[in-house]
Nanobody
């Protein structure tokens, strides 16, 4: 059973930084690409970032590019999303997801290329 558990969300002020984490178990972490998505109330799930198995290739969606960095620590089975200069419109539930084995289209942020998802962590940006 593959499990993804996010943490690190919370309430922050506009302009703040926040790092969310996702620990993966039940699969050899170093063999899977990972992604981060977000979903705000009433909106579709949106691609934020993805990272390949080794961590040397990163891909970003349009919504947060330039303000976000994805990284991973394969020794800790953990993927991170560092978010900077947060805005009110960044308020959403942030999900990590594990890409299908062998997928290459995960880098395009296609939801169907990810087969396991975490429960999400709420990030609220408000003054």
């Amino acid at each position: 059973q593959v499990q993804l558990v996010e943490s690190g969300g919370g309430l922050v002020q506009p302009g703040d930084s926040l790092r969310v984490s996702c620990v993966v178990s039940g699969r050899t972490f170093s063999m899977i690409a990972m992604g981060w998505f977000r979903q705000a109330p009433g909106k579709e799930r949106e691609f934020v970032a993805a990272i390949n198995r080794s961590g040397n290739a990163r891909y970003y969606g349009d919504s947060m590019e330039g303000r976000v960095t994805i990284s991973r620590d394969n020794a800790k089975n953990t993927v991170y999303l560092q978010m900077n200069s947060l805005k009110a419109e960044d308020t959403a539930v942030y999900y990590c997801a594990a890409a299908r084995i062998g997928s290459v289209r995960y880098r395009n942020g296609i939801v169907g290329e990810y087969d396991y998802w975490g429960q999400g962590t709420q990030v609220t940006v408000s003054s």
